[in-house]
């Protein structure tokens, strides 16, 4: 499937019949503006989601594991993660009627007195990437949580106990007990994430976009549907999925090495 990126493809033809190209549709990648406006678009929001959605759920992991009361522990734990198992049309229907002029955000900030008008959220550029974080945070950090939890009940009680004896404070034993305890957790997640630097996602940009802030919206997986499988180029969608894998898997090995180099977990 690789070698498509490769030809002039025309799926009419057999495998013999191809046009080889070598690199033009790879050139034609790195030199057009369109490519290098949507792979800005997709590292800002890649970056933003990656680092909101760590500490967020890092955070969240605490306050729950601070939590003594079993049930009320559930019930957060449980609301917190049941967007995640909602669709991505739905979300995004969710997050348009809430921005929308008369929803629930504009309201709050309007008798908040934070705002005197109402903001049109999703039709202008600069808002677009903080909606989409926000959007993914929603939906995910619950379900996030839930790895980090697991290893904060691995670490040794006995832990806890010595930092109680010492006068530790709640504060000062999230700080030298538990994080410690899940440091290589957050290490294995934290590869595996600038693994998938340029997965910056596809169905809410998609859902959320509008011709007001395409310049914005577009991310790389849009571009290939947009301007390769659409029109039925598609050599021009394979060389944009190859170079997504080969920076996918570039980035895993560097953030592997560099783990390995500081004397951290590692993935290999």
Not at 51 to 62: E, M, P, Q, S, W
Not at 64 to 69: G, H, M, R, S, Y
Not at 82 to 89: K, Y
Not at 177 to 184: H, S
Request: glycine share 8%.
């Amino acid at each position: 499937g690789w070698t498509m990126a490769f030809q002039d493809y025309k799926p009419a033809r057999s495998f013999s019949q191809q046009t080889w190209v070598g690199f033009k549709h790879f050139q034609f990648l790195f030199t057009d503006d369109n490519f290098l406006r949507v792979l800005r678009n997709t590292l800002a929001m890649s970056i933003i989601n990656m680092i909101l959605g760590f500490v967020t759920a890092i955070v969240l992991a605490l306050l729950l594991n601070e939590i003594k009361k079993v049930m009320w522990k559930r019930t957060v734990q449980t609301i917190s993660y049941l967007p995640h198992f909602l669709s991505w049309i739905i979300v995004t229907g969710i997050v348009a009627t809430s921005l929308a002029s008369d929803g629930i955000i504009n309201d709050i900030l309007m008798k908040l007195h934070l705002i005197n008008e109402p903001i049109l959220w999703l039709t202008e550029g600069k808002y677009f990437w903080g909606v989409v974080a926000s959007s993914h945070i929603w939906k995910e950090v619950g379900w996030s949580t839930i790895i980090y939890l697991a290893a904060m009940a691995s670490i040794d009680p006995a832990q806890y106990e010595a930092a109680d004896i010492d006068g530790a404070n709640r504060y000062q034993k999230m700080w030298n007990v538990t994080l410690p305890g899940i440091k290589p957790t957050i290490v294995i997640l934290l590869i595996m994430s600038i693994g998938h630097i340029l997965e910056a996602g596809f169905e809410v940009q998609y859902l959320l976009g509008n011709g007001l802030v395409v310049d914005w919206a577009e991310t790389i997986d849009i571009f290939v549907l947009k301007y390769g499988i659409a029109q039925g180029n598609y050599s021009l969608a394979t060389a944009g999925g190859i170079f997504k894998t080969v920076v996918s898997i570039t980035m895993l090995l560097v953030a592997n090495w560099t783990a390995k180099r500081l004397g951290e977990e590692r993935l290999l």
